[in-house]
């Protein structure tokens, strides 16, 4: 395993984020919506660097099913609690690859009308993308190759790392 991105860079990052993200919504209450499971430790960190009153909810998608490449079907498992009429939503992901969840996350969630939509991410993986999605706060622009830690996972494992690392990708032993 090695260390792509580290604990202190995440966290510096992360800070610099949440002032970007409060100094766009002042006086507003958006709702960010993470992409579970990834973005989970993500968002609470984010969040928690934020000033500005927001709201949290979360769906859950899956595309991987434990391969380490998308699989390129989108499979949408949990829905909202909140009611996003009128609201600004902010969607929160881990990482951006073919962009194929992000849009189509987007594009569901546009059907419940709300005021804006803007997508932060954590890391964007530039070369692999396939859909056109404008990111509008990013973390890292990071190469093409697998990563883990930091919410993300290989099968279930490494979500609780606390920096980026970079894992052979290619052949997944168990
Ligand atoms: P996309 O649909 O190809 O953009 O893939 C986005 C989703 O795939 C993310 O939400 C991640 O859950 C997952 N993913 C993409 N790249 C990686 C990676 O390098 N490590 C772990 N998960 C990844
Ligand atoms: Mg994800």
């Given at each position: 395993m090695k260390v792509l991105i580290s604990e202190a860079r995440i966290r510096s990052r992360v800070g610099q984020m949440a002032r970007a993200i409060d100094a766009r919504y002042r006086n507003r209450r958006p709702v960010l919506i993470g992409i579970l499971k990834g973005a989970v430790v993500f968002l609470s960190d984010l969040i928690r660097q934020m000033r500005i009153p927001v709201e949290i909810d979360f769906v859950t998608v899956a595309s991987y099913n434990g391969r380490t490449?998308?699989?390129g079907r989108v499979k949408t498992k949990s829905e909202l609690s909140?009611?996003?009429?009128g609201r600004d939503v902010i969607l929160v992901e881990d990482i951006v690859d073919t962009g194929l969840t992000l849009r189509r996350v987007v594009k569901r969630l546009a059907r419940k009308k709300p005021r804006s939509i803007a997508v932060c991410a954590?890391?964007?993986?530039?070369?692999?993308?396939r859909q056109i999605v404008p990111i509008d706060f990013v973390g890292f622009e990071i190469p093409d190759g697998f990563v883990v830690g930091y919410g993300l996972d290989r099968r279930n494992r490494y979500?609780?790392?606390?920096f980026i690392g970079a894992v052979d990708g290619r052949k997944p032993k168990s």
């Open positions: 490449s998308s699989s909140v009611d996003l009429e954590l890391l964007d993986k530039k070369d692999n993308r979500r609780n790392l606390k």
